[in-house]
C-alpha cells in the first residue's frame, strides 16, 4: 500500500491509535486523528504528536471529517460496522485496521494467539520460552505494545508473539499468522459483536490468510475450535489435557508431553486446569517454531504468572487473596473459581457486556462461602445466580474484601474474577486489580506475605 502523500485519518489515540499516527507520517502520509474523548482526557497520550504535522480532533468522529480521506484506520476499540466506516466504505475508500496497515511492513514469521480466555498468559509464555531459547522476536499485539510499533524494526529471521483479539482480527483481510493459535471460544463482546456467530467468526479470522506451510493449532477439547479445523489451509496441531489420538501437546501421569516425548511436570508457577491448557497450547507453538522439548521443559518451569491473571497477591492470617482482575467473561471467572474447590470467597461484577452469568452458579454452589458482588452487574449475578450461594451486594471492592476479611477462616481464599469489564468503576482491568492489591496490602497492616 502506498501511503506517500495520502490523506489519512486514524480513529482513537489509545497505542494502537498513537502508533498508527506514527507509523503513517514515517511514509509520507498526510495524518489526521480523531477521538471521542474530549481533549483535556488524552492530554498525556497525545503531548508526543504536539511537534508532529498531525492534525488532531477531539469529541467525535465527524462526518465531514470522514468524508475527506483515502485511507482511514479505526483503532481496535472503534466499532468496525460504525456508520461512518460503514458509509466510507461505500465510497470506496480504504478502511483497515493495525493488522492489516502492519502486514506489509512486518518482517518475519509470526506467531498469532487468539481465543477468548488465556491469550495474555498463554503469548507471554511462549515469548519466555523463545527468549530462553535464543529466538530473536518480539512480543506484541493486544498484550500491550501495538503491532505497528515493532513492524520496521523487525527482521526476517525474527519469530513475532502476537495477542490478537476478535477486535483486530475483524478488521484484518491480509495479515498472516505462520503458526495460528486458537485456545477456545466462548461468549464475550456481545456488546460489540451482532451476535456470538459474529464473534467467532472474527476468531477464525486468524486462519484466513494461512498457506499450505503454515500451521494452526487447536484445543482439542473446544467445539468451536474443532469446527474452524476444516478452515486450516496447512497442518493441523491439537493441543489438550488428556491425552488421546490426534492430540499432539497433553498431559498424562503429572507430565506434559508433545507428541509421544517428555517435555516437563504438569506442576506449573501457574494455578488451575486452563492455565495447563495455555502451557500445552505454548509448548506446540514453540516446538513449531524450532525449540527442543528439553528447552520449552526448562522455561516452563522458570515462568512467573502475569499480572492480574491469577495472580497470588498475599496470605493474610492464614486466608489467600488471588487477583485475577483479567477474568473479563464468564467463562475466565467460571474456570478462576473452579481452581479453588473450597473455602472460596469470590468477588464478582462490574460493567455487564451482555453476559450469561448462570454458567457461574454450579462452581460456586460446589465451592464458594459467598459471592460477594460489586458494581452495576451486582443485580443481574444476584438474580441469575438462583440461590446457588449466600449472596452479598457489597457494591465496592474495599466493602467486598472488608467483609471477607472479617470472615473468612485460614485456609480460605478470597478471589477477584469479576466476569465482567470494569468501566463502571475502573478505567480497565488493571486498574481495578492494582486497587485489589493496594486494599489487600492494607488488610494485613502493609505485612503481607
Not at 171 to 189: E, K, Q
Not at 271 to 292: D, I, Q
Not at 311 to 335: L, P, Q
Request: aromatic share 6%; hydrophobic share 45%; proline share 4%.
Amino acid at each position: 500500500m502506498t501511503l506517500q502523500g495520502r490523506r489519512a485519518l486514524v480513529l482513537g489515540l489509545g497505542k494502537s491509535g498513537l502508533a498508527a499516527v506514527r507509523f503513517l507520517l514515517a511514509r509520507g502520509a498526510v495524518v489526521a486523528a480523531a477521538d471521542a474523548r474530549a481533549k483535556s482526557e488524552l492530554a498525556a497520550a497525545t503531548a508526543s504528536l504536539e511537534h508532529l504535522p498531525v492534525r488532531l480532533h477531539f469529541g467525535g468522529h465527524p462526518d465531514a471529517l470522514l468524508a475527506g480521506q483515502d485511507l482511514i484506520v479505526p483503532s481496535p476499540g472503534v466499532p468496525w460496522d460504525l456508520p461512518g466506516l460503514v458509509s466510507a466504505r461505500q465510497r470506496g475508500v480504504a478502511v483497515c485496521g493495525e493488522l492489516e496497515l502492519a502486514a506489509g511492513a512486518l518482517r518475519g514469521r509470526v506467531i498469532g494467539v487468539t481465543g477468548t480466555n488465556g491469550k495474555t498468559t498463554t503469548v507471554s509464555l511462549i515469548d519466555h520460552v523463545l527468549r530462553r531459547a535464543g529466538v530473536s522476536g518480539r512480543l506484541a499485539g493486544n498484550v500491550g505494545t501495538p503491532v505497528l510499533e515493532i513492524a520496521d524494526g523487525s527482521r526476517s529471521e525474527d519469530w513475532h508473539v502476537l495477542e490478537l483479539s476478535s477486535f483486530q482480527l475483524e478488521a484484518a483481510a491480509s495479515f498472516r499468522c505462520h503458526v495460528a493459535t486458537v485456545l477456545n471460544v466462548t461468549p464475550d463482546h456481545l456488546d460489540r459483536h451482532r451476535d456470538f456467530a459474529d464473534y467467532a467468526a472474527a476468531k477464525a479470522r486468524i486462519l484466513r490468510n494461512q498457506r499450505s506451510g503454515d500451521t494452526a493449532v487447536f484445543n482439542a477439547a473446544d467445539p468451536h475450535c474443532r469446527a474452524m479445523e476444516p478452515a486450516a489451509r496447512g497442518a493441523v496441531v491439537r493441543f489438550g489435557i488428556r491425552c488421546a489420538e490426534g492430540v499432539d501437546a497433553c498431559a498424562a501421569q503429572g507430565r506434559i508431553r508433545y507428541r509421544g516425548e517428555d517435555v516437563a511436570e504438569a506442576d506449573l508457577p501457574i494455578r488451575g486446569e486452563h492455565n495447563l491448557e495455555n502451557a500445552l497450547a505454548a509448548v506446540a507453538a514453540c516446538a513449531l517454531a524450532g525449540v527442543s522439548v528439553e528447552v520449552i521443559g526448562r522455561a516452563l518451569k522458570s515462568f512467573q504468572p502475569v499480572e492480574h491473571r491469577m495472580e497470588f497477591v498475599a496470605t493474610i492470617r492464614g486466608v489467600d487473596y488471588y487477583n485475577d482482575s483479567k477474568a473479563t467473561n464468564v467463562a475466565a471467572a467460571v474456570k478462576a473459581c473452579g481452581s479453588f474447590p473450597r473455602g472460596l470467597w469470590a468477588i464478582l461484577g462490574g460493567y455487564d457486556k451482555g453476559s450469561d452469568y448462570t454458567p457461574l452458579a454450579s462452581v460456586l454452589r460446589r465451592n464458594a462461602r459467598e459471592a460477594l458482588l460489586i458494581g452495576e452487574a451486582a443485580p443481574l449475578i444476584r438474580d441469575q445466580l438462583g440461590g446457588a450461594v449466600p449472596v452479598v451486594e457489597a457494591r465496592t471492592l474495599r466493602a467486598a474484601l472488608d467483609h471477607a476479611a472479617a470472615r473468612a477462616e485460614p485456609g480460605d481464599t478470597v478471589l477477584l474474577a469479576p466476569a465482567c469489564a470494569s468501566f463502571d468503576q475502573y478505567p480497565n482491568y488493571i486498574q481495578r486489580g492494582l486497587d485489589f492489591r493496594r486494599i489487600v496490602a492494607g488488610l494485613g497492616g502493609g505485612a503481607c506475605r
